[in-house]
């Protein structure tokens, strides 16, 4: 039994069902209904192999603090769950953690890239294998993303310091406003919601099932409660409930700690112009992706608990990067497009949760991805399935574990 079916429980789902295994997940929501898995950037990033806690951030965030406009925001309310998430990111971001972890993130990356070609075998969702722009509209953040270019080369991972002609060479389809950028060559993008229609068709081509509209309170072993109280048992239980998570493990005595991370999107189905390429705008911290004829313009990172009610003042954040960066487009461009919000579950260290749940053998979480949802859901769903199937999972999985903290 599979607890969530986001982008993580589906490919965790989609593994086992691919193994032979009898799969049930429950969610929730409706089948259709918008969720992080689906309005989000549709990035697949072996690129970001630096975790969301690394030296610095706590810096930029205080700064961002002061600016409802900013990429970043935290949410100030009484929180011993917030407190805590704070002291151990503090405590995280460390040059130590981003050296012990970039290794890992990007050996997860690159398989779970691989992974994507795979799947795309069984159905299109889009996928896009043309690399992703780093925009940056200052030499300051340029200089910035030059270090990483060094440190991905001892890495192996592809990039290139562009000046604005190679860029506008790399993709000629959309006026850049900018002092430089990077390729990052590996990089892909994808539809997310088709990604998660691939899945579900190859769950059920395995036998899989699936029951919507079944909300889980409560976990003991394997068995599951459910709202309605009706009790339901496996032969093993994934937790992979996002932002919800945590509470899921709280009725096994085990704590998790995490923080609802709120993102938006809004997506252009007329864009003045359509890159071929996926991009990051390196100030914002914006991703703009073209997905078909449409353009999906995303971005923030909203420490505030489990709301998803909208903030005009965040989004208008995100437009103004956007129309600075692309000079073709203009604030009129984003009125009346629906705004689209969801939670992204972040860990303090930025590594997500994958493994057992301390003394619950059969009992695994699945979660704490943050922006890495989309792009480790598939590596994820292997190292579960090798896990439950009781074999020796094709990376180590000990930086991820549960009880770590």
Same mark, same amino acid.
């Given at each position: 039994?599979?607890?969530?079916?986001?982008?993580?429980?589906?490919?965790?789902?989609?593994?086992?069902?691919?193994?032979?295994?009898?799969?049930?997940?429950?969610?929730?929501?409706?089948?259709?209904?918008?969720?992080?898995?689906?309005?989000?950037?549709?990035?697949?990033?072996?690129?970001?192999?630096?975790?969301?806690?690394?030296?610095?951030?706590?810096?930029?965030?205080?700064?961002?603090?002061?600016?409802?406009?900013?990429?970043?925001?935290?949410?100030?309310?009484?929180?011993?769950?917030?407190?805590?998430?704070?002291?151990?990111?503090?405590?995280?971001?460390?040059?130590?953690?981003?050296?012990?972890?970039?290794?890992?993130?990007?050996?997860?990356?690159?398989?779970?890239?691989?992974?994507?070609?795979?799947?795309?075998?069984?159905?299109?969702?889009?996928?896009?294998?043309? #690399?992703?722009?780093?925009?940056? +509209? %200052? /030499?300051? =953040?340029?200089?910035?993303?030059? !270090?990483?270019?060094?440190?991905? @080369? &001892?890495?192996?991972?592809?990039?290139?310091?562009?000046?604005?002609?190679?860029?506008?060479?790399?993709?000629?389809?959309?006026?850049?406003?900018?002092?430089?950028?990077?390729?990052?060559?590996?990089?892909?993008?994808?539809?997310?919601?088709?990604?998660?229609?691939?899945?579900?068709?190859?769950?059920?081509?395995? #036998?899989?099932?699936?029951?919507? +509209? %079944? /909300?889980? =309170?409560?976990?003991?072993?394997? !068995?599951?409660?459910?709202?309605? @109280? &009706?009790?339901?048992?496996?032969?093993?239980?994934?937790?992979?409930?996002?932002?919800?998570?945590?509470?899921?493990?709280?009725?096994?005595?085990?704590?998790?700690?995490?923080?609802?991370?709120?993102?938006?999107?809004?997506?252009?189905?007329?864009?003045?112009?359509?890159?071929?390429?996926?991009?990051?705008?390196?100030?914002?911290?914006?991703?703009?992706?073209?997905?078909? =004829?449409?353009?999906?313009?995303?971005?923030?990172?909203?420490?505030? @608990?489990?709301?998803?009610?909208?903030?005009?003042?965040?989004?208008?954040?995100?437009?103004?990067?956007?129309?600075?960066?692309?000079?073709?487009?203009?604030?009129?461009?984003?009125?009346?497009?629906?705004?689209?919000?969801?939670?992204?579950?972040?860990?303090?260290?930025?590594?997500?949760?994958?493994?057992?749940?301390?003394?619950?053998?059969?009992?695994?979480?699945?979660?704490?991805?943050?922006?890495?949802?989309?792009?480790?859901?598939?590596?994820? @769903?292997?190292?579960?399935?090798?896990?439950?199937?009781?074999?020796?999972?094709?990376?180590?999985?000990?930086?991820?574990?549960?009880?770590?903290?």
């Amino acid at each position: 039994m599979i607890v969530g079916g986001g982008v993580i429980g589906l490919c965790v789902g989609y593994f086992l069902a691919r193994a032979g295994r009898r799969v049930l997940i429950l969610d929730r929501d409706a089948e259709d209904a918008d969720n992080c898995s689906t309005g989000n950037a549709g990035m697949v990033v072996p690129s970001h192999f630096v975790p969301l806690a690394a030296p610095g951030v706590i810096g930029r965030g205080l700064k961002w603090l002061l600016d409802p406009e900013s990429p970043f925001y935290v949410r100030p309310r009484m929180s011993g769950e917030l407190l805590r998430w704070g002291w151990l990111f503090m405590r995280s971001a460390t040059c130590r953690n981003v050296e012990e972890s970039a290794g890992l993130l990007c050996d997860l990356q690159m398989r779970s890239r691989a992974l994507f070609s795979e799947i795309a075998a069984e159905g299109d969702f889009g996928l896009v294998q043309r #690399g992703l722009l780093m925009l940056c +509209e %200052s /030499e300051r =953040t340029l200089d910035e993303e030059a !270090r990483l270019v060094a440190r991905a @080369g &001892e890495l192996g991972i592809e990039a290139e310091l562009c000046d604005p002609r190679r860029l506008g060479e790399l993709d000629p389809d959309i006026e850049m406003r900018v002092a430089g950028g990077v390729w990052w060559g590996q990089d892909c993008h994808l539809d997310p919601r088709k990604f998660l229609g691939v899945l579900r068709a190859g769950i059920r081509k395995n #036998g899989g099932e699936f029951r919507y +509209e %079944s /909300e889980v =309170t409560g976990v003991a072993g394997t !068995r599951v409660a459910l709202a309605t @109280g &009706e009790v339901l048992e496996g032969s093993h239980v994934v937790l992979a409930g996002g932002a919800f998570t945590p509470m899921l493990a709280r009725s096994l005595g085990t704590c998790l700690p995490m923080q609802a991370g709120k993102g938006y999107s809004m997506t252009l189905a007329r864009p003045p112009q359509l890159p071929r390429l996926c991009s990051l705008l390196g100030e914002a911290k914006v991703a703009v992706t073209p997905m078909g =004829t449409s353009l999906r313009v995303a971005g923030t990172m909203e420490i505030c @608990g489990h709301d998803r009610t909208i903030d005009e003042r965040r989004v208008r954040g995100i437009i103004k990067a956007a129309c600075r960066v692309f000079p073709r487009f203009s604030e009129a461009d984003f009125e009346g497009v629906p705004r689209w919000a969801g939670l992204r579950p972040c860990s303090p260290d930025g590594l997500p949760y994958v493994g057992p749940v301390p003394g619950h053998e059969r009992l695994f979480v699945a979660s704490g991805h943050a922006m890495l949802g989309l792009s480790l859901g598939p590596v994820t @769903g292997e190292l579960v399935a090798a896990l439950v199937d009781g074999r020796t999972p094709p990376l180590p999985v000990g930086r991820l574990a549960v009880g770590r903290f």
